[in-house]
């Protein structure tokens, strides 16, 4: 027979329920958003894209995005994307011609169409500008892109991969004119691209919640407020202008920041991106943007303001490589902040990316935060709120009653 409980061990071990309770209450954070897989007829890998209405509520890295079947266990899934800091055993050399390091003419050989080469460069601490122009005899050259820039540098490695894109385009040639009148040339060793990049899919296109242009006479700017709901990847930005005919404007992507000084607040503005709006290009910008709110300034001068039709946001499109099983029902989750890639071993498939594989779509997403959602979604009885708070109700009550008895017993 055990020993009689004293009232002080009676009141901890009431108080080590109760904060039991507490703790059971506080549900662990799960998955916010999902989107259901259209099922496949065939066993085999299959490719699924991202969409961006999913994307924008995981994490940049992917790490929180989730592969699930019917029965919520994980589907193994690779993410095939370019990696350009590491070697690859899957570059392809194109054929091209050198002018004393400035002028390269390259030959895209049997593709059908490429939107992107790859310059393997001895590394630099280094900004370079360039242009693209397309030809189909190699004496009739017409602009791809305006003056661009690469820059090279903060890489552990003697040589890097430096990616340039640009439009989806037939042409049998391309001119790589690199500016280098104000420095000594970089070292390229090889131009080519890699047989396991998508190089066919179109960049996705995302739209902002929100565009507020203001033009400043005084400052003879035009400052452009671009929201989205999310922060956003993007990749590149087309402009539609409609006025005047002819332009050249200089243009500053930027973001507000805010630091201390003084122990007074200060704004400052962080430049994102720099480029020329010229009229004579195609209006495409490559940039590297990860931002939820930011704008664009252009430069006019005594010029009158543009006028602008609409920008158009793009990001490089993120594919996933799964093994499904046919008239099987699969999810994509994301959103849950707390976990960490997961690690599967098709990660080592890399061969998977050679293959034309099939592509299955991707349902309408589904905002798991919702009441309407979470009403659809069975749950027992013990996960309920009602029964947490009156489990909670519950064991206050007793710790309060103990403790009275407590304090009587004390007195005796």
Known sequence: ?????????????????????????AVAQQATHKAELDKVSAKGFYLIHLPNELRQFAE????????????????????????????????????????NNSEFIIEKGSLAVWNYIILKV??????????????NNKKDWFVLTDT?????????????????????????YIKLNIDNKQSPPIAISAIGYDRNYLLLHDLDPIKPDSVHVLNDAIKKTSTIHIQFKQAQQINQIKWVVNNPSYFNRQVVVYKKTTETYKKKPV???E?????????????VYDIAVWEQDFYIEIANNDNPELEIDTILFFQEPKYLVAELAPNESYSIQCGDKKLEAPIYDIAHLHELNNAPLPE?????????????????????????????????????????????????????
């Open 1 to 25: 027979m055990s020993p009689k409980q004293t009232p002080m061990k009676k009141l901890i071990s009431v108080f080590i329920a109760v904060l039991g309770l507490l703790g059971y209450t």
């Open 60 to 99: 940049p890295s992917l790490s929180d995005v989730r592969i699930l079947n019917a029965k919520n266990k994980q589907v193994p899934y690779r993410i095939n994307e370019f990696n350009l800091q590491q070697e690859t055993s899957n570059f392809e050399s194109f054929t091209y011609s050198n002018s």
């Open 122 to 135: 001895k590394n630099a601490n280094i900004t370079k500008y360039y242009t693209l122009s397309g030809s």
């Open 148 to 172: 661009n820039r690469i820059s090279l540098g903060h890489n552990a490695e003697t040589s890097t991969l430096q990616k340039i894109s640009f439009p989806n385009t037939d042409y049998q």
């Open 267 to 269: 704004e400052r503005r």
């Open 271 to 283: 430049t994102l991106a720099a480029f020329s709006l010229d009229s004579k290009s195609n209006l």
């Open 360 to 412: 299955v779509k991707v349902q309408p997403v589904l905002d798991l935060r919702t009441t309407e959602v979470k009403e659809k979604k069975s749950k027992p009885f013990y996960e309920e709120p009602w029964f947490m708070w009156t489990c909670m109700a519950i064991g206050m009550l007793s710790l309060a009653f103990f403790s009275i008895s407590l304090l009587k017993d004390t007195k005796k």
